[in-house]
């Protein structure tokens, strides 16, 4: 049965709300409707930083003690403020949207203890959108033993099957970190991180000319990277080891170019980042046929360009030149898991999270 479904996405950014359209059975996409975007002011980014220090001290993942409530509450309406702003934009009528998948803000996430915490209270969501909500997608998985993430290679299956392309599909998302969605049709499913994405590049561009990233990749494109210096990072024991893996922005910190031009070290860095990526071909059941960029990465030209040098004969292509909404694919993602969530479908599995078998989840409020 065909549902459509809205889904909210507000990620470790701190920087807005996405809301996205999607029509799917929770197993293919039928359509996928327009995106919206409900920014978080200054004060709310305050509140939230806030709330992020003092969610370490947290045991428990009910609790929800002084400025964490105050940061659940504003949560809660600026999601409210989204979805109505969103539906009025669109002459969308409440009655027309069939779920909506809350994924709310995550402030405490420490699988190894089995607690994760996302801040925002899906029944006053529900009451105040008068939609059923689909929330707390991922306490079931960590319960389980397992990472709580990624969740979105469930959802990059369903885009790639619309694709109607033979062969293995790799998904990469390139963000401070690069993960990948490995799919082979209905029964191979892989997920893992493949190294650094875009944040070794940007903290030197910030260090180096105070620029918060490489734009399109302009300043590596001048450089030439230092092969010597590459074949020596991958070394790092973290690039031998099978899927599922994951990593944290700063594992990778303690790497130091030396004394390097600005180019020079932009296009090292930027290779890198290529090479990690190749690097899990070779650990994959088959080498993709063909790679699909997603992410902020995908705007950076030379490191495209690499990439389709490096993992050449396969294609590279990036999210939007199929299609896809780039920026919204997590938003999209969790209205797909929300209709999952109530058909009963899994959400996560071994080859994923690492959880001990295919795992359910999502908590629903009715208004």
């Not at 920087?15 to 996205?20: E, I, K, L, S, Y």
């Not at 200054?42 to 969610?55: G, I, N, P, Y």
């Not at 030379?302 to 050449?312: G, I, S, V, Y």
């Not at 694919?329 to 001990?356: D, H, M, N």
Request: hydrophobic share 45%; charged share 20%.
């Amino acid at each position: 049965m065909m549902m459509r479904a809205l889904g909210l996405m507000s990620g470790t950014s701190l920087d807005g709300v996405d809301v996205a359209m999607i029509e799917t059975d929770g197993r293919r996409v039928t359509s996928l409707g327009p995106t919206g975007y409900r920014a978080y002011t200054q004060q709310e980014r305050a509140v939230l930083r806030h709330a992020l220090t003092e969610a370490v001290k947290l045991n428990h993942r009910d609790a929800r003690p002084g400025i964490i409530g105050e940061a659940e509450r504003m949560v809660t309406v600026a999601h409210a403020e989204a979805v109505a702003a969103y539906t009025a934009q669109h002459r969308i009528s409440p009655l027309d949207i069939d779920i909506v998948g809350f994924h709310g803000q995550t402030v405490l996430h420490r699988p190894a203890e089995r607690l994760t915490i996302q801040i925002g209270d899906g029944a006053a969501l529900a009451r105040s959108i008068h939609i059923p909500v689909m929330h707390d997608f991922r306490a079931a998985d960590v319960a389980a033993g397992g990472q709580g993430a990624p969740f979105v290679p469930v959802y990059h299956r369903a885009l790639a099957e619309s694709l109607g392309r033979d062969g293995p599909i790799a998904v990469v998302n390139i963000g401070g970190v690069s993960n990948i969605s490995y799919i082979d049709g209905d029964d191979v499913l892989i997920a893992c991180d493949t190294g650094p994405g875009n944040a070794l590049l940007d903290d030197f561009m910030m260090k180096t000319v105070k620029q918060p990233f490489d734009n399109e990749g302009r300043t590596a494109a001048q450089g030439v990277p230092d092969k010597a210096w590459i074949a020596d990072a991958l070394h790092h024991p973290f690039f031998a080891l099978p899927p599922p893996k994951s990593l944290d922005r700063n594992d990778f910190a303690g790497l130091k170019l030396g004394d390097v031009s600005l180019v020079d070290g932009a296009a090292t860095l930027t290779a890198f980042t290529a090479e990690a990526i190749a690097s899990i071909a070779p650990l994959l059941p088959k080498p993709p046929e063909t790679w699909v960029v997603v992410g902020g990465g995908a705007r950076n030209l030379t490191l495209m360009r690499m990439l389709r040098r490096r993992l050449e004969p396969a294609s590279v292509e990036s999210a939007e030149g199929l299609g896809w909404a780039g920026d919204a694919i997590e938003a999209q993602a969790f209205g797909f898991l929300a209709v999952r969530s109530l058909q009963r479908l899994p959400l996560s599995y071994p080859e994923t999270t690492g959880v001990p078998h295919p795992m359910r989840g999502g908590v629903i409020a009715n208004p």
